[in-house]
Every structure is written in structure tokens, then in C-alpha cells.
């Protein structure tokens, strides 16, 4: 994660720098500011609950509730959990990370086959 971020900081130095993008034009484009700080803050915390093993717990606990479950209903159930999780994340891209892999974990430990 530290090498992105070096690149993003040599990056806006380099606009400072080089005069493309003067202090306070870099100011006044707050969204940009707002946009990359929550983005990056969100990704990370995607990323560290799915290193501690947040991520991974949950698709064990689903996995171990839809063991005897048709796929329909398992398919219910999951669309039901990646619904109420989205508003435990504000974008979308961190909760794609952070629940992608335990999803496909429920259809792996749960033995769905495709027909």
C-alpha cells in the first residue's frame, strides 16, 4: 500500500513543482480531495478487515448457515446479507473487496454446482 501512496504524493509534487497546478488551484478542487481521501480510506479499511479476518469469518458463519439450504433460498439469503452490508460500507468499491471472497467462499464450502 506505501508504494501507491509514494506515487500519488511524487505525483502532486510533481504538478507543484512544475507549476501545472499552482497551491491554491489544489485547494479549490475539494471534491477531488474528498473523492481520493474517503476512497483511500475505505479501500484500506476493506483491505484490513479482510486481513484480520473479518471477511473470512463471515463467509464461514454464512457458509455454515445455508449448509442444508436449496440454492434458491441460498441465493435469497445472500442477495438479503450483500444488501444490509452495503451500508456498513459508503462505497461501493471497498465492499466489493471486503465480501467478494467470502461470497465465493459460501458457494465453494456450501458445494453449489452449476448445471
Excluded at 18 to 37: F, Q, R
Excluded at 49 to 64: D, H, N, R, W
Excluded at 68 to 82: E, F, K
Amino acid at each position: 500500500m506505501t508504494d501507491k501512496c509514494v506515487t500519488a504524493l511524487c505525483g502532486v509534487v510533481a504538478l507543484l513543482i512544475t507549476d501545472t497546478l499552482s497551491w491554491s488551484d489544489m485547494l479549490k478542487i475539494t471534491d477531488a480531495w474528498d473523492t481520493t481521501v474517503w476512497l483511500g480510506g475505505l479501500v484500506a479499511l476493506a483491505d484490513q478487515l479482510t486481513e484480520v479476518g473479518v471477511a473470512q469469518f463471515v463467509g464461514e458463519k454464512i457458509s455454515e448457515m445455508l449448509q442444508n439450504v436449496q440454492p434458491m433460498g441460498a441465493v435469497v439469503v445472500l442477495s438479503v446479507v450483500y444488501f444490509y452490508t452495503m451500508y456498513t460500507f459508503c462505497s461501493l468499491t471497498g465492499h466489493i473487496v471486503a465480501f467478494s471472497g467470502p461470497f465465493l467462499e459460501v458457494r465453494i464450502m456450501g458445494g453449489y454446482e452449476e448445471k
